[in-house]
């Protein structure tokens, strides 16, 4: 099997794109074959490098990788379409001199005006074949005159062309319908449907896997194939990616493109196994198998199981991926990968192995409780920051410490952590034990004074999880790229002068 993914470089990878590529990967490395990545940077007024490498970084970050392409090489090269137009003007000739393309004078108003016509009249608004009756005499004629005509392919008239899809079955279209297309613009470039064409077969491509709303190009490509005596792909098209309203995925439904998810803190095993469930399912001996690793996907995959159904984009179901994703992976590289989304929140943290250890020790208390990596800052933010005079203005919190009882355990806790070592997790129970032995107190009348002054907050994570993390941060180096933090010994001491001031 030879599949190819083939991008036109004019904006980001949109989600639905990316599924696309994610499937020919899984197909390819599913049956040991080959992905080819090729760039289709024809449209020379929207295509840009720029575009190109943010699209293979996109790749190259949700983990797929290819065989032939670009930047890779390969023996059916080059993979730009740009860097194919002789070939595209060989093939082109070729049609010309059987007679399967004709030469086409027809100005856009011309066009324009033909196409408002028949729509005014309830006709299909395909070309009508002024040029098609030209002799190639005339054309030639015209052509020394100095007019730049394009190029169209000759539709054969009267006929039905039938393809059997991999997912939809046998497909047919008639025609008389379709209209000649151009293939070769007047300014040289090639058209899309014949590009396509010529690189597929001469790439050997054998399935070629792509969105369904290729689906009505499909017949006219068959027809090219046909005119320049190659022998047509398998064709598998795949039901589109839409929106929570059930219309295509757009701006309009929120974040659409790759780039646009990893920045909002998404992993991208988490997108990857997300989008190969919108159409198709691994199955699997419960049936009902959905977090996989990609390597296990491929093995799974196969084109005949995709479903014909459009598939919704659900954003809630992703962050659910993720979230399991997170709890799976390395507190390490969530640590590293979580850096950028702490100086965007203010934290400025360039953190060395020390930095870093510390941040991965902390990290068990964000990712029980968040979807995305940028929402670990503010999970972790008690780390960084704490005001007991802040605290103390929060009106709630000013109400439950005027209570004696609450007092008596900030102030008892402070005389008990003025002579403790820094806190690990046995070292903070046995302080809160010795806390409730001074006051009385215990549970929510205990430990609810506690996490406010430790943490200068009235709920977050499991103090048996936070006061640990704060005293180990304290004791951080200052060159270890982490902003100081305040250990539990200073916050209630804090605390209690805070509480005696505010009276």
Not at 107 to 122: I, K, N, P, V, W
Not at 266 to 272: D, F, K, N, Q
Not at 404 to 426: G, T, Y
Not at 437 to 446: C, M, P, Q, V
């Amino acid at each position: 099997m030879r599949v190819r993914f083939a991008p036109s470089p004019s904006g980001h990878l949109h989600v639905g794109n990316a599924r696309t590529a994610l499937f020919n990967w899984l197909a390819a490395r599913g049956t040991g074959g080959t992905l080819i990545l090729r760039i289709e940077d024809t449209d020379v007024q929207r295509s840009t490098r720029e575009s190109e490498a943010a699209i293979v970084r996109d790749l190259r970050w949700l983990g797929l990788d290819w065989d032939e392409g670009p930047d890779v090489g390969g023996s059916r090269g080059p993979y730009r379409q740009s860097e194919r137009l002789h070939l595209y003007e060989s093939y082109a000739t070729e049609l010309l001199s059987a007679g399967h393309a004709y030469r086409c004078f027809c100005s856009s108003a011309q066009l324009d005006a033909d196409r408002q016509a028949a729509l005014a009249e309830g006709r299909d608004a395909r070309y009508p074949g002024t040029c098609r009756r030209l002799s190639i005499e005339q054309a030639a004629g015209r052509i020394a005159a100095g007019e730049r005509p394009a190029t169209r392919f000759r539709v054969p008239e009267h006929r039905d062309v039938v393809f059997e899809d991999v997912v939809r079955g046998a497909v047919r279209f008639q025609t008389d319908a379709i209209g000649d297309p151009v293939i070769v613009r007047a300014d040289g470039h090639p058209a899309y449907n014949f590009a396509v064409v010529v690189d597929d077969a001469l790439m050997e491509v054998t399935h070629v896997v792509r969105g369904e709303d290729h689906i009505s190009n499909t017949p006219r490509q068959i027809l090219l194939y046909e005119a320049l005596g190659f022998t047509p792909p398998a064709f598998a098209h795949l039901a589109l990616v839409l929106g929570p309203d059930h219309s295509p995925l757009s701006k309009r439904h929120g974040a659409t493109s790759v780039a646009e998810f990893r920045s909002k803190g998404y992993l991208p095993e988490a997108l990857v196994n997300y989008l190969a469930l919108i159409g198709w399912s691994p199955g699997g001996p419960g049936g009902n198998e959905e977090l996989l690793p990609i390597d296990e996907l491929a093995r799974r995959f196969s084109l005949d199981r995709v479903g014909l159904s459009a598939g919704v984009f659900d954003e809630e179901k992703l962050a659910w991926v993720n979230r399991h994703y997170l709890k799976m992976a390395d507190p390490h590289r969530i640590a590293e990968l979580s850096v950028p989304y702490f100086k965007e929140a203010g934290v400025e943290l360039s953190p060395d192995a020390r930095g870093v250890e510390f941040l991965a020790s902390a990290m068990a208390m964000a990712i029980s409780s968040v979807d995305r990596l940028d929402q670990v800052p503010a999970r972790l933010a008690l780390l960084f920051e704490y005001s007991p005079e802040a605290t103390l203005g929060d009106a709630q919190v000013r109400e439950e410490m005027r209570a004696e009882a609450a007092r008596a355990v900030v102030r008892a806790l402070a005389e008990e952590l003025a002579r403790a070592p820094r806190l690990d997790r046995e070292r903070f129970r046995a302080a809160a034990d010795a806390v409730r032995a001074r006051t009385g107190h215990k549970g929510k009348a205990l430990f609810h004074p506690i996490r406010v002054a430790l943490t200068g907050r009235r709920e977050g994570p499991e103090l048996d999880l936070a006061i640990p993390a704060v005293d180990l941060g304290a004791e951080l180096p200052r060159d270890a790229g982490v902003p100081p933090i305040l250990g539990c010994r200073e916050r209630a001491a804090a605390f209690v002068r805070a509480l005696d001031q505010s009276g």
